[in-house]
């Protein structure tokens, strides 16, 4: 019989808490226990699983870690669920990016990708509901150019229209992952876009190209509405990013 190459590597044997968390993750995952649903509290957790106090404390703080619950020492109510959110795969988008395990140009592009598909869906499945939330938002967005209110609340109003956008596409998870890249671009890039360049000239253009991109999606011109995504996103960020990696950016472009 001829041995293995590779020989099997210990195992590590898993932990009470990882198995409560677990269970716990799956209730919440499945829709079992919805966002705004309370756990029980931790004298019930500690019975219904048969463990400890400190046991069921260490479930709950990798659940918090993980952005699931929000949990509060003593709260006699019991966590609060608050599930899956566009805030915890933008926060782990982030996090990938300072590690420098992803750059800040893949990041970017990977949202020319998303926003340039979420268009081109759009254009060919928005309902005149959407079309009309489309423009509220960017009447939204002109009225913030021209408040003062700065950098922040405009953006949120275009992260808005976005997913706006991603939901007219009918995909769900289009509309989840367009929110988190956006933030995850914004909160990295909004301080140099301050900084470098006139905010108020930035936001006048931006408002233009939304103006573009719900005309072609109003049109039904899913290729015209693909395209003025990686255009715009080519033009607004890759001169933030090293030289080196702008290649990367231009060839999202030139695919399109």
């Not at 959110?85 to 990977?110: K, P, W």
């Not at 869906?121 to 913030?144: H, K, V, W």
Request: aromatic letters at 4%; hydrophobic letters at 45%; glycine letters at 8%.
């Amino acid at each position: 019989m001829a041995a293995f190459d590779a020989p099997f590597t210990p195992v590590e044997p898993v932990r009470a808490y990882q198995r409560v968390a677990e269970q716990i993750e799956e209730r919440i995952l499945s829709g079992e226990l919805p966002p705004g649903s309370r756990l029980p509290g931790e004298r019930d957790l500690v019975g219904q699983f048969g463990v400890g106090r400190s046991t069921v404390r260490e479930a709950l703080r990798v659940l918090q870690s993980a952005g699931l619950i929000r949990s509060r020492p003593g709260d006699p109510l019991g966590a609060e669920v608050l599930g899956v959110s566009a805030d915890n795969l933008s926060q782990a988008l982030g996090r990938l990016t300072r590690s420098h395990i992803c750059s800040l140009a893949e990041l970017i592009q990977f949202r020319m990708v998303l926003d340039a598909e979420s268009n081109r869906l759009a254009a060919r499945l928005r309902t005149e509901d959407d079309l009309e939330r489309m423009a509220a938002l960017i009447g939204r967005m002109r009225e913030l150019s021209g408040s003062g209110a700065g950098l922040r609340a405009f953006s949120e109003a275009d992260a808005l229209f976005h997913q706006a956008v991603a939901e007219a596409s009918r995909n769900a998870l289009l509309g989840l992952c367009a929110r988190a890249v956006h933030d995850a671009v914004v909160d990295i890039i909004e301080r140099k876009i301050a900084d470098a360049a006139d905010a108020a000239a930035w936001m006048a253009r931006s408002v233009d190209h939304h103006e573009q991109v719900l005309a072609a999606i109003r049109a039904g011109d899913a290729p015209h509405a693909a395209r003025l995504a990686r255009q715009a996103l080519h033009a607004y960020y890759a001169e933030h990013v090293e030289p080196a990696a702008r290649p990367l950016l231009t060839a999202a472009v030139e695919e399109g």
